[in-house]
């Protein structure tokens, strides 16, 4: 096999892989009942740049060219592959608004205590969606529920058990955590929240 052959098969195996994992993020939103959550932010551009990086790759010209998207393939496959890991454990949807009053679909990650269902985020996300005692739907197994999220901030001791609950649950926190990405203790910023479920029936909204 030449040289030339090499480099061709070389960019069409990177082309392979940025290929699956742009659409690894959006597959893999489908293991979850219920309706499907679209993907945002830098999950989505990440899979938007993994794809426009496989097409130069399978076009193999100019080489320089080939190379460049060799090198900043990481900045896509980053977000790509956080989102396709995060998706893989349990994750719910919370259906609030922003400080536009948009609609948004919260993503999050979840715990179960004794006293409740859990959330963990940072203090400025849960004040930016106006989460504490808002009325919501969360969508769980596949099931729409309504519930009001009660904002643990003060109470250091219960929103370091949570993260610590948080972390033990999912390997991508522990995982991201051991290179520095996730915060495997609570911080300053960290807050919790109990979902309660709507004082008349916690139906479906």
Not at 14 to 28: E, H, P, R
Not at 73 to 91: C, D, K, N, Q, T
Not at 184 to 197: F, H, I, K, M, S
Request: proline fraction near 5%.
């Amino acid at each position: 096999m030449t040289e030339t052959h090499q480099r061709s098969l070389f960019f069409a195996v990177m082309a392979a892989i940025l290929i699956a994992v742009s659409l690894g993020v959006f597959a893999i939103r489908l293991i979850h009942a219920g309706p499907y959550a679209m993907p945002h932010g830098g999950a989505v551009y990440g899979a938007v740049g993994a794809i426009l990086l496989a097409g130069i790759l399978l076009a193999s010209r100019p080489r320089w060219l080939c190379w460049m998207a060799i090198a900043i393939s990481p900045v896509a496959l980053f977000p790509a592959l956080y989102s396709i890991m995060g998706e893989s454990e349990e994750v719910i949807s919370l259906y609030a608004t922003d400080t536009n009053n948009n609609p948004v679909d919260l993503r999050l990650w979840i715990v179960d205590r004794e006293d409740g269902a859990w959330l963990g985020m940072s203090r400025g996300k849960a004040i930016e969606h106006s989460l504490d005692g808002s009325r919501l739907a969360m969508l769980r197994h596949g099931q729409s529920v309504c519930v009001v999220p009660v904002l643990f901030d003060e109470d250091r001791d219960t929103v370091k058990a949570i993260h610590q609950m948080k972390v033990d649950k999912y390997v991508v926190a522990r995982m991201a955590g051991s290179i520095g990405l996730y915060p495997l203790e609570a911080t300053n910023t960290t807050v919790v929240l109990r979902l309660d479920p709507c004082p008349d029936s916690g139906k479906a909204m």
